[in-house]
T-cell receptor, first 106, second 115 residues
Framework: KNEVEQSPQNLTAQEGEFITINCSYS?????LHWLQQHPGGGIVSLFM???GKKKHGRLIATINIQEKHSSLHITASHPRDSAVYIC????????FGTGTSLTVIP | DTAVSQTPKYLVTQMGNDKSIKCEQN?????MYWYKQDSKKFLKIMFS???????INETVPNRFSPKSPDKAHLNLHINSLELGDSAVYFC??????????????FGPGTRLTVL
């Protein structure tokens, strides 16, 4: 079993929809990262969280340390949000989720 | 200016060869990393390194070795390449290792194909 589980694995949404991607982890962590990998392959760090909630533009990330769970929300989704979103946790080493492939249809 | 750069972008080679991938960061960061992304797009950390400590993921074969000539560079050497080494390799950097509590900046990746 992977230390980090993401759901859903694949997600298709219509432009404008509110999107939620979930991440659960089973190890003790000092921080959780949300990454975005574009179809071209480049990886960008979206958020680094150790508690609470962070917002950047249309993206919101939350974490519940007690429940070992984090969510990434995208409001008013747009086709340019189409990418793979990866959850990663930093414990005694880095562990990665398998990613959620998001496609936003115009 | 590119923050984290890798060369080459693509590398095609024969089984058994020895190859290197170079990584440079101009962010002044203390810590650099190497990651492997397999054909199923699963990312796995291989090494993290700062001027004090090299942390190796114990699952990484000793054919893989990081070499850091200075704080801004962390190169990846691979000996006796095998078919299973085919993957995309990403370099990244962050200000401190501090349990991973700092944002990481990723290079564009190097796609290695072993024939």
């Amino acid at each position: 079993k992977n230390e980090v589980e993401q759901s859903p694995q694949n997600l298709t949404a219509q432009e404008g929809e509110f999107i939620t991607i979930n991440c659960s982890y089973s190890v003790g962590i000092s921080a959780l990262h949300w990454l975005q990998q574009h179809p071209g392959g480049g990886i960008v760090s979206l958020f680094m969280l150790s508690s609470g909630k962070k917002k950047h533009g249309r993206l919101i990330a939350t974490i519940n340390i007690q429940e070992k769970h984090s969510s990434l929300h995208i409001t008013a989704s747009h086709p340019r949000d189409s990418a793979v979103y990866i959850c990663a946790v930093a414990g005694n080493q880095f562990y990665f989720g398998t990613g959620t492939s998001l496609t936003v249809i115009p | 200016d590119t923050a984290v750069s890798q060369t080459p972008k693509y590398l095609v080679t024969q089984m058994g060869n020895d190859k290197s991938i170079k990584c440079e960061q101009n962010l002044g960061h203390d810590t650099m990393y190497w990651y492997k992304q397999d054909s199923k797009k699963f990312l796995k950390i291989m090494f993290s390194y700062n001027n004090k400590e090299l942390i190796i993921n114990e699952t990484v074969p000793n054919r893989f070795s990081p070499k850091s000539p200075d704080k801004a560079h962390l190169n990846l050497h691979i000996n006796s390449l095998e078919l299973g080494d085919s993957a995309v390799y990403f370099c990244a950097s962050s200000p401190e290792i501090a349990g991973g509590a700092y944002e990481q900046f990723f290079g564009p990746g190097t796609r290695l194909t072993v024939l």
